[in-house]
T-cell receptor, first 113, second 114 residues
Framework: DQQVKQNSPSLSVQEGRISILNCDYTNSMFDYFLWYKKYPAEGPTFLISISSIKDKNEDGRFTVFLNKSAKHLSLHIVPSQPGDSAVYFCAASGRGSNYKLTFGKGTLLTVNP | SQTIHQWPATLVQPVGSPLSLECTVEGTSNPNLYWYRQAAGRGLQLLFYSVGIGQISSEVPQNLSASRPQDRQFILSSKKLLLSDSGFYLC?????????????FGDGTRLSIL
């Protein structure tokens, strides 16, 4: 049973436009959500997180939105740059299991110059 | 600053051979440590985690084992590799459990079983 789902395996965007990466979850016990970025042959790098008590968190060009009622979160990248091309993983952690992250399968973002 | 090292970066092993992958963390003490595997086209699957020396929890039944002989050293092992053990293995660390703490990953080991 996949508790964190990234239904789009890939996304292609023009440089300068907005990239929107989506993630859905099924476990209502999740209370923190994180986004990671991964380049080929490297480990994932932490990007941004959000607590379930918030609906938005912003860090520079990256903003994460959380809709708890829909069990949905999204990562917005504005403006998109070619260096943003990577696989983006959504992850969630829950109360009582704080040291475990559940990851989605990832979305490959390609930003075209 | 904290750093995490994994080696080797790539490894090609025959079926039935043993395995030892090592991970060390610098610049922090008493971290939580994790081993993940990413199979082709799949997400990151947590294999083991450790909250202290000698304390290992296994997440999924498998052909692998983990050990933590020192505070900042985490080892992934197998006595006999299977074809299904191929994948990209990642070590990660985090501070002791606080809600929402990110995990920080090494650069991984690409393991190919022939």
């Amino acid at each position: 049973d996949q508790q964190v789902k990234q239904n789009s395996p890939s996304l292609s965007v023009q440089e300068g436009r907005i990239s929107i990466l989506n993630c859905d979850y099924t476990n209502s016990m999740f209370d923190y959500f994180l986004w990671y970025k991964k380049y080929p042959a490297e480990g994932p790098t932490f990007l941004i997180s959000i607590s379930s008590i918030k609906d938005k968190n912003e860090d520079g060009r990256f903003t994460v939105f959380l809709n708890k009622s829909a069990k949905h979160l999204s990562l917005h990248i504005v403006p998109s740059q070619p260096g943003d091309s990577a696989v983006y993983f959504c992850a969630a952690s829950g109360r009582g299991s704080n040291y475990k992250l559940t990851f989605g399968k990832g979305t490959l973002l390609t930003v075209n110059p | 600053s904290q750093t995490i090292h994994q080696w080797p970066a790539t490894l090609v092993q025959p079926v039935g051979s043993p395995l030892s992958l090592e991970c060390t963390v610098e610049g922090t003490s008493n971290p939580n440590l994790y081993w993940y595997r990413q199979a082709a086209g799949r997400g990151l699957q947590l294999l083991f985690y450790s909250v202290g020396i000698g304390q290992i929890s296994s997440e999924v039944p498998q052909n692998l084992s983990a050990s933590r002989p020192q505070d900042r050293q985490f080892i992934l092992s197998s006595k006999k590799l299977l074809l299904s053990d191929s994948g990209f293995y990642l070590c990660a660390w985090s501070v002791q459990p606080v809600a929402g703490q990110p995990q920080h990953f090494g650069d991984g080991t690409r393991l190919s079983i022939l």
